[in-house]
């Protein structure tokens, strides 16, 4: 299972979309699709593998792309 701490997920976005790594991630967990633990001293967190959160995930993912004029995904490239 991959997953990394809490405190990186901000690294490599703009400043302006720092500060709502806190709150997306909440409403994240708050869905099902990541689950958040103690690592290391620190809290981690990773991608939920359940089939019905990849489903609904594969679904809010090809919105987004379909919006920004990319292809969709597929179950298989997951």
Known sequence: ?????LDNLHKGLPRSDA???DEVTKELKRCGFI????A???K????SRADEILDEGLILANEYRSSVGLPPLQRTEL
């Open 1 to 5: 299972m991959g997953h990394t701490s």
């Open 19 to 21: 500060g709502k790594v």
């Open 35 to 38: 689950n958040i633990f103690s």
């Open 40 to 42: 290391t001293g620190e």
């Open 44 to 47: 981690h967190v990773c991608a």
